[in-house]
């Protein structure tokens, strides 16, 4: 059973330019959480998807971030006109979303996206 | 925010139990305490979880306080494997997972 898989592992970008990450959750979680971490800090909410709905964002920068969750595909995070403040690990988790409050989440490895 | 308090930093030597310290005061009743590790930049890796009793499996044990306002992670045989950032986690009603800074935690040899 594969694990979480983000791609691409690592992502260079432009000031100014598009980021497009991917997250495939595990197979049969309907639930995708991201993360952001920032060099030598925690890791800190983004947002809660399920497919074609989003849960929460309210860690969601207000402008320039968005994310989806189709019902076909992998969970994308988007960030367009990237900023060098933008740099950081990107990670992604997933769960079955039993309806308890005891599940846990299975992260991805990440993308490091850095912004030249 | 967090609703935990961890020590920044802890060295445990290699072979010997690694507790590590978490305290949760404003935990309510339906909360579960979780524990996650990163290993450099690694995704987190989840460890354990409980809710009132203590918990124990391949990786770790989990002692909560019968008030529930505290609970220490054992590692009972640390290796150098073990060396990461861990993190006390307290389930918030929203479902999502808030982290805190953690403790790392070094292995020495």
């Known amino acids: 059973n594969a694990g979480v898989m983000q791609n691409p592992r690592h992502l260079v970008r432009r000031r100014g330019q598009e980021a497009r990450l991917r997250c495939s959750p595990m197979?049969?979680?309907?639930?995708v959480y991201w993360y952001r971490q920032l060099p030598e800090e925690g890791l800190k909410f983004m947002v809660y998807?399920?497919?074609?709905?989003?849960?929460?964002e309210s860690g969601m920068p207000k402008e320039r971030f968005s994310a989806e969750f189709p019902k076909e595909g992998p969970s994308i995070l988007r960030i367009q006109q990237v900023v060098r403040g933008d740099s950081a690990a990107y990670f992604c988790a997933s769960s079955p979303f039993t309806g308890a409050l005891n599940e846990k989440l299975f992260f991805g490895s990440g993308t490091q996206l850095s912004v030249l | 925010d967090a609703k935990t308090t961890q020590p920044t930093s802890m060295d445990c030597a290699e072979g010997r139990a690694a507790n590590l310290p978490c305290n949760h005061s404003?935990?309510?009743?339906?909360?579960?305490v979780y524990w996650y590790r990163q290993i450099h930049s690694q995704g987190p890796q989840y460890i354990i979880h409980g809710l009132k009793n203590n918990e124990t499996n391949e990786m770790a044990s989990l002692i909560i306080t019968e008030d529930r306002k505290s609970s220490t992670l054992i590692l009972p045989h640390a290796t150098l494997r073990d060396t990461a950032v861990y993190y006390c986690i307290v389930r918030d009603r929203d479902d999502k997972i808030i982290f805190g800074k953690g403790t790392r935690l070094h292995i020495l040899p």
């Open positions: 998807l399920q497919k074609e709905n989003i849960i929460d």
């Open positions: 404003t935990i309510s009743g339906n909360e579960y």
């Open positions: 197979k049969g979680h309907s639930h």
